[in-house]
Each structure stands twice: as structure tokens, then as C-alpha cells.
Nanobody, 122 residues
Framework: QVQLVESGGGSVQPGGSLRLSCEAS????????MGWYRQSPGSEREQVAM???????NYADSVKGRFTISRDNAKNTVSLQMNRMKPEDTAVYYC????????????????WGQGTQVTVSS
């Protein structure tokens, strides 16, 4: 079984910074993409940032220029540095590992973390 463990959530004032980290553990041969989604009350889960195994990065328009995603393929970790945070960034943030293969030739599966709360408020 593959597990994703997130850390780094919490509360911050507008304009402040937080860093989220996520580690995938278990028998892992390859992870296609890793990244972060978020969901606020009454809203659908939305993609925040994703990074491929080759380093290609996609950001949601709402976080471009403020958030930075990074990944360590050797350690199966992904981090999200969030700067100049806004109240609208308040949400539960979920780590995702997409296209995970436990051995060569196996079909890839997606795995999700349990989520970590991020609150931006004065």
C-alpha cells in the first residue's frame, strides 16, 4: 500500500507564509506527477500545483507568483511554499501522487493524503 503523509498546515495572517510537505511511502517504483489540491467549504476540490517526474510544473492562476512547488524524486516528496497568502487561500490542502506504479509494467494509480487545514485570517 502507498501512503501519503502531509505536514505543515496551520494558521497565518494575510501576507504571511506557510510551507506544506508531503512524503509518499510504501513500495513505489515510479510516480508520474505529484502535487496539491485544495477544497474550501461549499466548493469543489481544485488543483493548486502539480509537478511531473520530469519537472514540468502547472499552477492554478490564483496562486501563480505566490506559491512554489518543488519535488524530490529520489525521496518521493513534494513541497508547496506559499507566500503572500490571502484569506481566499483558506482550505483543506490535499497531497496527490498520480500514476503511481509499484513495479515495472504495472498500471498507475492515484493516491491522496488525508488533507491538512490551512487558514488565512487576521
Amino acid at each position: 500500500q502507498v501512503q501519503l503523509v502531509e505536514s505543515g498546515g496551520g494558521s497565518v495572517q494575510p501576507g504571511g507564509s506557510l510551507r506544506l510537505s508531503c512524503e509518499a511511502s510504501g513500495i513505489i517504483f515510479y510516480i508520474n506527477a505529484m502535487g496539491w489540491y485544495r477544497q474550501s467549504p461549499g466548493s469543489e476540490r481544485e488543483q493548486v500545483a502539480m509537478v511531473s517526474s520530469g519537472g514540468a510544473i502547472n499552477y492554478a492562476d490564483s496562486v501563480k507568483g505566490r506559491f512554489t512547488i518543488s519535488r524530490d524524486n529520489a525521496k518521493n516528496t513534494v513541497s508547496l511554499q506559499m507566500n503572500r497568502m490571502k484569506p481566499e487561500d483558506t482550505a483543506v490542502y490535499y497531497c496527490v501522487a498520480s500514476g503511481v506504479r509499484r513495479e515495472l509494467g504495472q498500471m498507475g494509480y492515484d493516491y491522496w493524503g488525508q488533507g491538512t487545514q490551512v487558514t488565512v485570517s487576521s
